[in-house]
Protein backbone atom coordinates (compact mmCIF):
# COMPACT_ATOMS: atom_id res chain seq x y z
CA UNK A 1 0.00 0.00 0.00
CA UNK A 2 1.52 3.37 -0.95
CA UNK A 3 1.36 6.20 1.37
CA UNK A 4 -1.79 8.67 0.70
CA UNK A 5 -1.67 12.03 0.81
CA UNK A 6 -4.89 15.06 0.52
CA UNK A 7 -4.48 18.62 0.57
CA UNK A 8 -6.19 20.08 3.54
CA UNK A 9 -7.55 23.63 3.43
CA UNK A 10 -6.98 24.10 7.25
CA UNK A 11 -3.01 23.56 7.04
CA UNK A 12 -2.98 24.76 3.36
CA UNK A 13 -0.67 21.98 2.27
CA UNK A 14 -0.71 18.54 1.04
CA UNK A 15 -0.09 16.31 3.69
CA UNK A 16 0.02 12.32 4.82
CA UNK A 17 -3.14 11.28 5.41
CA UNK A 18 -3.05 8.86 8.71
CA UNK A 19 -6.38 7.83 9.76
CA UNK A 20 -7.08 8.58 13.62
CA UNK A 21 -8.48 4.72 14.17
CA UNK A 22 -6.14 2.41 12.26
CA UNK A 23 -8.44 0.62 9.33
CA UNK A 24 -10.87 3.25 9.96
CA UNK A 25 -12.29 6.19 8.23
CA UNK A 26 -14.83 8.87 9.52
CA UNK A 27 -16.32 11.10 6.41
CA UNK A 28 -18.59 13.70 6.55
CA UNK A 29 -19.78 15.41 3.55
CA UNK A 30 -22.27 18.16 3.72
CA UNK A 31 -24.77 17.65 1.33
CA UNK A 32 -27.89 19.24 -0.20
CA UNK A 33 -30.64 21.75 0.99
CA UNK A 34 -33.34 19.96 -0.64
CA UNK A 35 -35.41 22.94 -1.56
CA UNK A 36 -34.77 22.61 -5.38
CA UNK A 37 -32.95 19.93 -8.14
CA UNK A 38 -29.05 19.90 -7.89
CA UNK A 39 -27.10 21.21 -10.19
CA UNK A 40 -24.24 19.91 -12.36
CA UNK A 41 -22.05 21.96 -10.10
CA UNK A 42 -23.08 20.64 -6.97
CA UNK A 43 -22.51 17.29 -8.34
CA UNK A 44 -19.73 18.08 -9.06
CA UNK A 45 -18.84 18.09 -5.43
CA UNK A 46 -20.08 14.76 -4.75
CA UNK A 47 -18.53 13.04 -7.30
CA UNK A 48 -15.36 14.36 -5.76
CA UNK A 49 -16.47 12.74 -2.28
CA UNK A 50 -17.37 9.32 -3.98
CA UNK A 51 -13.94 9.64 -5.56
CA UNK A 52 -12.39 9.92 -2.43
CA UNK A 53 -13.95 7.60 -0.46
CA UNK A 54 -13.74 4.67 -3.11
CA UNK A 55 -10.03 5.35 -3.26
CA UNK A 56 -10.01 5.06 0.63
CA UNK A 57 -11.96 1.86 0.45
CA UNK A 58 -9.91 1.01 -2.56
CA UNK A 59 -6.91 1.02 -0.02
CA UNK A 60 -8.48 -1.10 2.83
CA UNK A 61 -10.22 1.42 5.09
CA UNK A 62 -13.27 0.95 6.18
CA UNK A 63 -15.23 4.18 5.56
CA UNK A 64 -18.10 5.56 7.94
CA UNK A 65 -19.76 7.81 5.69
CA UNK A 66 -22.22 10.84 6.54
CA UNK A 67 -23.97 12.88 4.65
CA UNK A 68 -26.72 15.11 5.94
CA UNK A 69 -29.83 16.77 4.31
CA UNK A 70 -30.61 20.29 5.07
CA UNK A 71 -33.90 20.68 5.23
CA UNK A 72 -34.60 23.76 7.60
CA UNK A 73 -32.60 26.61 8.83
CA UNK A 74 -30.64 27.00 5.59
CA UNK A 75 -31.50 31.08 4.88
CA UNK A 76 -31.45 32.84 1.63
CA UNK A 77 -28.80 34.85 2.67
CA UNK A 78 -25.21 33.95 4.60
CA UNK A 79 -25.62 36.63 7.07
CA UNK A 80 -28.42 34.71 8.45
CA UNK A 81 -31.07 36.88 7.05
CA UNK A 82 -33.95 36.76 4.04
CA UNK A 83 -36.35 33.44 3.68
CA UNK A 84 -36.10 30.13 5.39
CA UNK A 85 -35.10 28.38 1.54
CA UNK A 86 -37.39 25.33 2.11
CA UNK A 87 -40.38 27.81 2.91
CA UNK A 88 -39.85 30.00 -0.37
CA UNK A 89 -39.70 26.90 -2.16
CA UNK A 90 -43.46 26.24 -0.49
CA UNK A 91 -44.49 28.88 -2.08
CA UNK A 92 -43.08 28.29 -5.39
CA UNK A 93 -44.05 24.91 -5.60
CA UNK A 94 -47.74 24.50 -4.00
CA UNK A 95 -46.40 21.90 -1.76
CA UNK A 96 -45.46 21.97 2.14
CA UNK A 97 -41.74 22.23 3.10
CA UNK A 98 -42.03 19.09 4.68
CA UNK A 99 -42.70 17.23 1.35
CA UNK A 100 -40.55 19.52 -1.01
CA UNK A 101 -37.49 17.91 1.06
CA UNK A 102 -39.27 14.18 0.88
CA UNK A 103 -39.27 15.43 -2.96
CA UNK A 104 -35.99 16.72 -3.78
CA UNK A 105 -34.15 14.39 -1.71
CA UNK A 106 -36.01 11.37 -3.89
CA UNK A 107 -34.75 13.29 -6.89
CA UNK A 108 -31.05 13.70 -5.54
CA UNK A 109 -30.59 10.52 -4.65
CA UNK A 110 -31.78 9.30 -8.16
CA UNK A 111 -29.11 12.24 -9.37
CA UNK A 112 -26.48 10.33 -7.31
CA UNK A 113 -27.14 6.72 -8.85
CA UNK A 114 -27.36 7.94 -12.11
CA UNK A 115 -23.81 8.99 -11.87
CA UNK A 116 -22.82 6.31 -9.68
CA UNK A 117 -22.24 7.88 -6.67
CA UNK A 118 -22.50 4.86 -3.79
CA UNK A 119 -24.96 6.05 -1.17
CA UNK A 120 -23.48 7.09 2.30
CA UNK A 121 -23.39 4.67 5.00
CA UNK A 122 -25.75 7.05 7.30
CA UNK A 123 -28.20 9.70 5.82
CA UNK A 124 -28.61 12.30 8.26
CA UNK A 125 -32.01 14.63 8.25
CA UNK A 126 -31.90 18.17 10.08
CA UNK A 127 -35.06 17.78 11.08
CA UNK A 128 -34.59 14.37 12.46
CA UNK A 129 -32.02 15.78 14.68
CA UNK A 130 -33.66 19.13 16.52
CA UNK A 131 -32.74 17.82 19.37
CA UNK A 132 -29.20 17.23 18.60
CA UNK A 133 -28.85 20.69 17.64
CA UNK A 134 -30.26 22.14 20.99
CA UNK A 135 -28.20 20.00 22.71
CA UNK A 136 -24.98 21.24 21.06
CA UNK A 137 -26.06 25.16 21.12
CA UNK A 138 -26.55 25.05 25.39
CA UNK A 139 -23.15 23.29 25.66
CA UNK A 140 -21.74 26.63 23.34
CA UNK A 141 -24.29 28.55 25.72
CA UNK A 142 -22.44 27.13 28.56
CA UNK A 143 -19.38 28.03 27.41
CA UNK A 144 -19.75 31.63 27.23
CA UNK A 145 -19.69 31.70 23.41
CA UNK A 146 -23.82 33.37 23.02
CA UNK A 147 -25.65 36.42 23.40
CA UNK A 148 -29.72 36.59 22.08
CA UNK A 149 -31.31 39.16 20.13
CA UNK A 150 -34.70 39.86 19.45
CA UNK A 151 -34.92 37.69 16.35
CA UNK A 152 -32.81 34.84 17.71
CA UNK A 153 -29.40 33.36 19.60
CA UNK A 154 -26.01 33.93 18.49
CA UNK A 155 -22.49 33.10 17.83
CA UNK A 156 -20.09 35.69 19.42
CA UNK A 157 -17.22 35.50 17.34
CA UNK A 158 -14.86 37.96 19.16
CA UNK A 159 -14.79 35.69 21.69
CA UNK A 160 -12.74 32.96 19.57
CA UNK A 161 -9.16 33.81 18.96
CA UNK A 162 -9.08 31.38 15.93
CA UNK A 163 -12.27 31.99 14.33
CA UNK A 164 -11.79 32.60 10.63
CA UNK A 165 -8.48 30.47 10.47
CA UNK A 166 -9.58 27.75 8.26
CA UNK A 167 -11.03 30.75 5.21
CA UNK A 168 -7.80 32.86 6.10
CA UNK A 169 -11.01 35.71 7.19
CA UNK A 170 -9.03 39.39 7.65
CA UNK A 171 -11.63 39.88 10.89
CA UNK A 172 -10.56 43.60 11.41
CA UNK A 173 -10.73 43.98 7.89
CA UNK A 174 -14.46 43.00 7.41
CA UNK A 175 -15.14 45.07 10.28
CA UNK A 176 -13.55 47.92 9.32
CA UNK A 177 -14.86 47.99 5.87
CA UNK A 178 -18.79 46.76 7.26
CA UNK A 179 -21.37 48.89 5.49
CA UNK A 180 -24.48 47.21 5.95
CA UNK A 181 -26.56 47.44 9.21
CA UNK A 182 -25.96 44.44 11.36
CA UNK A 183 -29.03 44.84 13.05
CA UNK A 184 -28.13 43.66 16.69
CA UNK A 185 -25.64 41.67 15.75
CA UNK A 186 -22.26 42.65 17.74
CA UNK A 187 -19.90 41.74 15.16
CA UNK A 188 -20.70 41.35 11.51
CA UNK A 189 -19.17 37.85 11.19
CA UNK A 190 -21.50 36.33 14.31
CA UNK A 191 -24.16 34.09 12.92
CA UNK A 192 -27.14 32.53 14.34
CA UNK A 193 -27.34 29.60 16.10
CA UNK A 194 -31.26 29.38 16.24
CA UNK A 195 -33.49 31.83 14.88
CA UNK A 196 -36.83 32.60 16.23
CA UNK A 197 -40.51 32.41 14.57
CA UNK A 198 -41.62 35.57 13.42
CA UNK A 199 -44.40 37.20 16.33
CA UNK A 200 -47.04 37.56 13.38
CA UNK A 201 -46.83 34.24 11.75
CA UNK A 202 -46.85 30.47 12.39
CA UNK A 203 -43.85 28.68 10.22
CA UNK A 204 -44.53 24.79 8.18
CA UNK A 205 -41.16 24.16 10.25
CA UNK A 206 -41.21 25.17 13.93
CA UNK A 207 -39.83 23.93 17.50
CA UNK A 208 -39.65 24.74 21.02
CA UNK A 209 -36.59 25.46 22.38
CA UNK A 210 -35.41 26.95 25.86
CA UNK A 211 -34.86 30.12 24.18
CA UNK A 212 -38.10 30.02 22.23
CA UNK A 213 -40.28 28.63 19.37
CA UNK A 214 -37.79 28.94 16.02
CA UNK A 215 -35.66 26.79 14.27
CA UNK A 216 -31.95 26.22 14.03
CA UNK A 217 -29.35 28.11 11.96
CA UNK A 218 -27.42 27.03 9.39
CA UNK A 219 -24.13 25.69 10.33
CA UNK A 220 -25.81 24.08 13.52
CA UNK A 221 -26.66 20.72 12.17
CA UNK A 222 -23.63 19.62 10.36
CA UNK A 223 -21.75 20.37 13.50
CA UNK A 224 -24.79 18.32 15.94
CA UNK A 225 -25.13 15.57 13.72
CA UNK A 226 -21.15 15.27 12.64
CA UNK A 227 -20.37 14.51 16.12
CA UNK A 228 -22.74 11.87 16.92
CA UNK A 229 -22.44 10.00 14.38
CA UNK A 230 -18.80 10.32 13.64
CA UNK A 231 -17.51 11.85 16.85
CA UNK A 232 -15.88 15.39 18.53
CA UNK A 233 -13.03 14.62 16.01
CA UNK A 234 -13.10 12.31 12.62
CA UNK A 235 -10.88 12.48 9.88
CA UNK A 236 -11.94 14.31 6.71
CA UNK A 237 -14.87 16.65 6.39
CA UNK A 238 -15.64 17.83 2.76
CA UNK A 239 -17.42 20.00 0.59
CA UNK A 240 -17.99 22.90 -2.10
CA UNK A 241 -15.49 25.73 -2.35
CA UNK A 242 -18.47 27.78 -1.21
CA UNK A 243 -18.17 26.21 2.53
CA UNK A 244 -14.53 27.04 3.50
CA UNK A 245 -15.28 30.93 4.48
CA UNK A 246 -18.59 30.57 5.77
CA UNK A 247 -20.36 27.11 6.47
CA UNK A 248 -17.15 25.39 7.83
CA UNK A 249 -15.36 28.04 9.55
CA UNK A 250 -18.47 28.46 11.19
CA UNK A 251 -18.96 24.46 12.18
CA UNK A 252 -15.26 24.81 13.72
CA UNK A 253 -16.27 27.51 15.80
CA UNK A 254 -18.59 26.33 17.00
CA UNK A 255 -16.86 22.71 17.58
CA UNK A 256 -14.26 24.28 19.15
CA UNK A 257 -16.40 26.61 21.54
CA UNK A 258 -18.13 22.98 22.30
CA UNK A 259 -15.10 20.53 22.70
CA UNK A 260 -12.30 21.94 21.94
CA UNK A 261 -11.10 21.03 18.15
CA UNK A 262 -11.67 21.67 14.74
CA UNK A 263 -13.88 18.79 14.19
CA UNK A 264 -11.92 17.40 11.41
CA UNK A 265 -8.73 16.40 10.71
CA UNK A 266 -8.96 16.67 7.33
CA UNK A 267 -10.97 19.81 5.36
CA UNK A 268 -11.24 18.88 1.82
CA UNK A 269 -12.91 21.02 -1.19
CA UNK A 270 -14.03 21.02 -4.30
CA UNK A 271 -13.92 23.77 -6.19
CA UNK A 272 -16.59 25.12 -8.88
CA UNK A 273 -17.90 24.25 -11.96
CA UNK A 274 -18.09 27.26 -14.34
CA UNK A 275 -20.21 28.00 -17.34
CA UNK A 276 -17.69 30.25 -18.88
CA UNK A 277 -13.98 31.61 -17.04
CA UNK A 278 -15.85 33.64 -14.60
CA UNK A 279 -19.52 32.34 -13.79
CA UNK A 280 -20.05 30.13 -11.53
CA UNK A 281 -23.16 27.51 -11.98
CA UNK A 282 -25.68 28.63 -9.40
CA UNK A 283 -29.27 28.35 -8.90
CA UNK A 284 -29.74 32.03 -7.71
CA UNK A 285 -28.09 32.97 -11.31
CA UNK A 286 -30.42 30.94 -13.16
CA UNK A 287 -27.33 29.03 -14.95
CA UNK A 288 -28.73 25.72 -14.14
CA UNK A 289 -27.99 22.02 -15.98
CA UNK A 290 -28.86 19.06 -14.04
CA UNK A 291 -28.40 15.66 -14.51
CA UNK A 292 -31.61 15.34 -16.20
CA UNK A 293 -31.06 17.82 -18.58
CA UNK A 294 -28.19 15.47 -19.85
CA UNK A 295 -30.39 12.82 -19.98
CA UNK A 296 -32.91 15.05 -21.97
CA UNK A 297 -30.37 15.95 -24.45
CA UNK A 298 -29.38 12.16 -25.17
CA UNK A 299 -26.17 11.71 -22.65
CA UNK A 300 -25.34 8.92 -20.56
CA UNK A 301 -24.95 10.66 -16.89
CA UNK A 302 -21.83 8.43 -16.54
CA UNK A 303 -20.02 11.40 -19.79
CA UNK A 304 -20.73 13.85 -16.73
CA UNK A 305 -18.10 11.73 -14.50
CA UNK A 306 -16.00 11.22 -17.30
CA UNK A 307 -15.60 14.92 -17.87
CA UNK A 308 -15.14 15.76 -14.27
CA UNK A 309 -12.10 13.20 -13.93
CA UNK A 310 -10.28 14.69 -16.25
CA UNK A 311 -9.57 17.69 -14.36
CA UNK A 312 -8.02 18.09 -10.85
CA UNK A 313 -11.41 18.83 -8.28
CA UNK A 314 -9.00 21.80 -6.99
CA UNK A 315 -8.98 23.39 -10.31
CA UNK A 316 -11.93 25.20 -11.66
CA UNK A 317 -13.77 23.29 -14.25
CA UNK A 318 -15.38 24.94 -17.49
CA UNK A 319 -18.33 23.54 -18.76
CA UNK A 320 -19.12 23.39 -22.70
CA UNK A 321 -21.17 20.77 -24.61
CA UNK A 322 -17.85 20.02 -26.63
CA UNK A 323 -16.06 19.25 -23.35
CA UNK A 324 -18.83 17.00 -22.63
CA UNK A 325 -18.96 15.20 -26.08
CA UNK A 326 -15.47 14.38 -26.09
CA UNK A 327 -15.68 12.70 -22.38
CA UNK A 328 -18.85 11.17 -23.86
CA UNK A 329 -16.88 9.71 -26.60
CA UNK A 330 -14.05 8.52 -24.53
CA UNK A 331 -16.66 6.66 -22.28
CA UNK A 332 -18.17 4.89 -25.46
CA UNK A 333 -14.91 3.74 -26.66
CA UNK A 334 -13.72 2.79 -23.00
CA UNK A 335 -16.85 0.40 -22.80
CA UNK A 336 -16.00 -0.65 -26.40
CA UNK A 337 -12.39 -1.61 -24.97
CA UNK A 338 -13.44 -2.82 -22.19
CA UNK A 339 -16.45 -5.36 -23.65
CA UNK A 340 -13.99 -6.22 -26.61
CA UNK A 341 -11.34 -7.89 -24.08
CA UNK A 342 -13.86 -10.50 -22.74
CA UNK A 343 -13.10 -12.22 -19.36
CA UNK A 344 -10.89 -10.92 -16.79
CA UNK A 345 -8.06 -12.73 -15.53
CA UNK A 346 -5.35 -11.72 -13.36
CA UNK A 347 -4.42 -7.55 -12.70
CA UNK A 348 -1.12 -6.32 -13.23
CA UNK A 349 0.31 -5.65 -10.45
CA UNK A 350 2.74 -3.15 -11.55
CA UNK A 351 -0.12 -1.05 -13.31
CA UNK A 352 -1.90 -1.65 -10.29
CA UNK A 353 1.25 -0.39 -8.38
CA UNK A 354 1.08 2.83 -10.76
CA UNK A 355 -2.81 3.36 -10.15
CA UNK A 356 -2.39 3.48 -6.50
CA UNK A 357 0.33 6.29 -6.54
CA UNK A 358 -1.66 8.35 -8.91
CA UNK A 359 -4.96 8.22 -6.79
CA UNK A 360 -3.35 8.30 -3.34
CA UNK A 361 -1.45 11.55 -4.54
CA UNK A 362 -4.59 13.60 -3.68
CA UNK A 363 -7.03 11.70 -6.16
CA UNK A 364 -4.61 12.24 -9.39
CA UNK A 365 -7.45 11.14 -11.56
CA UNK A 366 -6.04 13.05 -14.97
CA UNK A 367 -3.38 10.89 -14.58
CA UNK A 368 -5.28 8.16 -13.58
CA UNK A 369 -7.23 8.48 -16.83
CA UNK A 370 -3.98 8.44 -18.65
CA UNK A 371 -3.06 5.42 -17.35
CA UNK A 372 -6.02 3.70 -18.13
CA UNK A 373 -5.49 4.33 -21.85
CA UNK A 374 -2.19 3.78 -21.45
CA UNK A 375 -3.53 0.30 -20.36
CA UNK A 376 -5.70 -0.70 -22.66
CA UNK A 377 -3.61 -0.37 -25.55
CA UNK A 378 -1.12 -1.95 -23.84
CA UNK A 379 0.80 -5.59 -24.90
CA UNK A 380 -0.79 -7.50 -21.81
CA UNK A 381 -2.72 -10.22 -22.37
CA UNK A 382 -6.38 -9.28 -22.79
CA UNK A 383 -7.79 -11.18 -19.84
CA UNK A 384 -5.05 -9.11 -17.43
CA UNK A 385 -5.96 -5.80 -18.98
CA UNK A 386 -9.37 -6.55 -18.42
CA UNK A 387 -8.91 -7.36 -14.54
CA UNK A 388 -6.56 -4.58 -14.12
CA UNK A 389 -8.91 -2.04 -16.13
CA UNK A 390 -12.02 -3.48 -13.48
CA UNK A 391 -9.73 -2.90 -10.44
CA UNK A 392 -9.03 0.53 -11.36
CA UNK A 393 -12.92 1.40 -12.30
CA UNK A 394 -13.33 0.46 -8.27
CA UNK A 395 -12.14 3.75 -7.93
CA UNK A 396 -13.42 5.33 -11.38
CA UNK A 397 -17.07 4.24 -10.54
CA UNK A 398 -17.72 3.92 -14.57
CA UNK A 399 -19.44 0.74 -13.99
CA UNK A 400 -17.53 -1.20 -16.63
CA UNK A 401 -18.06 -4.94 -15.37
CA UNK A 402 -22.50 -4.47 -15.61
CA UNK A 403 -21.73 -2.34 -19.11
CA UNK A 404 -23.16 -4.51 -22.16
CA UNK A 405 -23.63 -3.21 -25.69
CA UNK A 406 -27.34 -2.34 -26.65
CA UNK A 407 -28.97 -4.99 -29.01
CA UNK A 408 -32.73 -3.78 -30.69
CA UNK A 409 -34.26 -6.25 -30.10
CA UNK A 410 -32.68 -8.87 -33.04
CA UNK A 411 -33.96 -12.50 -32.80
CA UNK A 412 -31.53 -14.90 -30.66
CA UNK A 413 -30.02 -16.25 -33.71
CA UNK A 414 -28.84 -13.15 -34.94
CA UNK A 415 -27.72 -12.17 -31.73
CA UNK A 416 -25.45 -14.87 -31.79
CA UNK A 417 -23.83 -13.89 -34.62
CA UNK A 418 -23.01 -10.94 -33.40
CA UNK A 419 -21.28 -12.76 -30.12
CA UNK A 420 -19.44 -15.15 -32.34
CA UNK A 421 -18.55 -11.93 -34.62
CA UNK A 422 -16.98 -9.63 -31.10
CA UNK A 423 -15.06 -13.19 -30.24
CA UNK A 424 -13.26 -13.30 -33.81
CA UNK A 425 -12.55 -9.41 -33.65
CA UNK A 426 -10.83 -9.98 -29.69
CA UNK A 427 -9.02 -12.83 -30.97
CA UNK A 428 -8.16 -11.11 -34.73
CA UNK A 429 -9.86 -13.12 -36.61
CA UNK A 430 -10.73 -10.72 -39.36
CA UNK A 431 -11.61 -12.63 -42.03
CA UNK A 432 -14.32 -14.56 -39.71
CA UNK A 433 -15.22 -11.25 -38.27
CA UNK A 434 -15.83 -9.93 -41.84
CA UNK A 435 -17.91 -13.34 -43.25
CA UNK A 436 -20.45 -12.93 -39.71
CA UNK A 437 -20.53 -9.58 -40.34
CA UNK A 438 -21.67 -10.49 -43.90
CA UNK A 439 -24.46 -13.04 -42.59
CA UNK A 440 -25.92 -10.69 -40.34
CA UNK A 441 -26.09 -8.28 -43.19
CA UNK A 442 -28.27 -11.06 -45.06
CA UNK A 443 -30.54 -12.16 -42.66
CA UNK A 444 -32.09 -8.67 -42.28
CA UNK A 445 -30.08 -6.58 -39.97
CA UNK A 446 -27.65 -3.52 -40.07
CA UNK A 447 -24.86 -4.07 -37.82
CA UNK A 448 -23.54 -0.48 -37.03
CA UNK A 449 -19.90 -0.61 -35.05
CA UNK A 450 -20.08 2.56 -32.45
CA UNK A 451 -17.98 3.76 -30.15
CA UNK A 452 -20.46 2.18 -27.04
CA UNK A 453 -19.73 -0.94 -28.49
CA UNK A 454 -22.07 -2.53 -31.69
CA UNK A 455 -25.80 -1.95 -32.49
CA UNK A 456 -28.46 -3.70 -34.86
CA UNK A 457 -31.07 -2.40 -36.42
CA UNK A 458 -33.46 -3.65 -38.75
CA UNK A 459 -32.52 -3.04 -42.69
CA UNK A 460 -35.03 -0.93 -44.37
Request: aromatic content about 12%.
Amino acid sequence: MTKMYFYDTYTREKREFVPLKPGEVGLYTCGPTVYNFAHLGNMRTYIFEDLLRRTLEFNGFQVKHVMNITDVGHLTSDADTGEDKMEKGSRRTGMTAWQIADFYTAEFRKDMARLNIVEPTIWSRATDHIKEQIEFIRCIEAAGYTYQTSDGVYFDTSKLPTYGYLGRLDIEGLQAGMRIDMGEKHNPTDFALWKFSPGDQKRQMEWESPWGVGFPGWHIECSAMSAKYLGSFFDIHCGGEDHITVHHTNEIAQTEACYGTRLANFWMHAYFLQLDDSVRMSKSSGDFLRVETLVEKGYDPLAYRMFCLNASYRQKLNFSWEGLDAAAKSLDRLRAISHELGDPSVVDEDYLDRFSEMVDDDLNMPRAIALVWELVRSDLPEGVRKATLLKFDTVLGFGLADWKPSVEEAPAEVVALLTQRQQARAEKRWQDADALRDQITADGWELMDTPEGPKLKPRK
